[in-house]
T-cell receptor, first 115, second 115 residues
Framework: ETGVTQSPTHLIKTRGQQVTLRCSSQ?????VSWYQQALGQGPQFIFQ???????GRGNFPPRFSGLQFPNYSSELNVNALELDDSALYLC??????????????FGPGTRLTVL | DQQVKQNSPSLSVQEGRISILNCDYT??????FLWYKKYPAEGPTFLIS?????DKNEDGRFTVFLNKSAKHLSLHIVPSQPGDSAVYFC??????????????FGTGTRLTVIP
């Protein structure tokens, strides 16, 4: 069973640039969620994709956007980067079956630094 | 608006003793609670969970207690081991008949187990 993988591991960008982060979900999972973890904080929900459609969104502006592909892998795109976007970006996959609780499995994250 | 709170940023415990990590929540719609453990440079790893219909769940050295009336849960680790040293996040999930099954995280407690 392959776990959740993310790329790249680290990334440095400058203010105003655009960035794309990638995530491969765990085998058999159909749902991908993205979280932002700022230094000293807990992960904050950005959005979730289920069967290639956005299924929910946290309190993040529209310059944060995403995609989910037919193989359930996903991208997070951030436009017009700001200094406060510097954080660890975590991807989590799960199998949403409508049965209630669903454990989410996290990747190792991408550390984004905006200068 | 922090709906899940961990008021102790850090905790130090002697090896072999009990570690108790606490978590409070404000949203009465939460019906599933999880604890994640995070090492540096890794994503959060699921540790143990509890449904709102239970008040206790045990898995080996780890026990989670839920007090719904107080909106409080705690994680007990007995006996504590040096390998338990990590940041522990409390997370909560709403009943997601529709919409995302995203997690709401606390800010984490850094546990240090002293040999």
């Amino acid at each position: 069973e392959t776990g959740v993988t993310q790329s790249p591991t680290h990334l440095i960008k400058t203010r105003g640039q655009q960035v794309t982060l990638r995530c491969s979900s765990q085998s058999g999972h159909n749902t991908v969620s993205w979280y932002q973890q700022a230094l000293g904080q807990g992960p904050q929900f950005i959005f979730q994709y289920y069967r290639e459609e956005e299924n929910g969104r946290g309190n993040f502006p529209p310059r944060f956007s995403g995609l989910q592909f037919p193989n359930y892998s996903s991208e997070l795109n951030v436009n017009a980067l700001e200094l406060d976007d510097s954080a660890l970006y975590l991807c989590a996959s799960s199998l949403m079956s409508g049965q209630g609780d669903n454990e989410q499995f996290f990747g190792p994250g991408t550390r984004l630094t905006v200068l | 608006d922090q709906q899940v709170k961990q008021n102790s940023p850090s905790l130090s415990v002697q090896e072999g003793r009990i570690s108790i990590l606490n978590c409070d929540y404000t949203n009465s719609m939460f019906d599933y609670f999880l604890w994640y453990k995070k090492y540096p440079a890794e994503g959060p790893t699921f540790l143990i969970s509890i449904s709102s219909i239970k008040d206790k769940n045990e898995d080996g050295r780890f026990t989670v207690f839920l007090n719904k009336s107080a909106k409080h849960l705690s994680l007990h680790i007995v006996p504590s081991q040096p390998g338990d040293s990590a940041v522990y996040f409390c997370a909560a999930q709403r009943n997601y008949q529709t919409g995302a099954n995203n997690l709401f995280f606390g800010t984490g407690t850094r546990l240090t187990v002293i040999p």
